[in-house]
């Protein structure tokens, strides 16, 4: 994973605020996240895994809304 793509998936995700809240997601520590987008740590291998759980997740209750909508 890319930052790019780590930024498009917290916006998609939480918006503006998405460092902090993807942080709190992932119970971690927020400067953890602000580390890899200033690329001062490399971003781990299984952050993949977990951003793609949270977009299922968050897919899932989109679904659900839209339903509920209908």
Avoid: H
């Amino acid at each position: 994973m890319d930052i790019e793509l780590l930024e498009a998936i917290g916006n998609t995700l939480y918006g503006d605020q998405w460092q902090t809240n993807l942080a709190r997601s992932l119970d971690i520590d927020s400067r953890r996240v602000r580390q890899w987008i200033n690329k001062e740590r490399p971003i781990p291998d299984w952050l993949a895994k977990e951003c793609k759980i949270l977009l299922e997740k968050n897919k899932l209750e989109c679904e659900e809304l839209i339903k509920k909508l209908s």
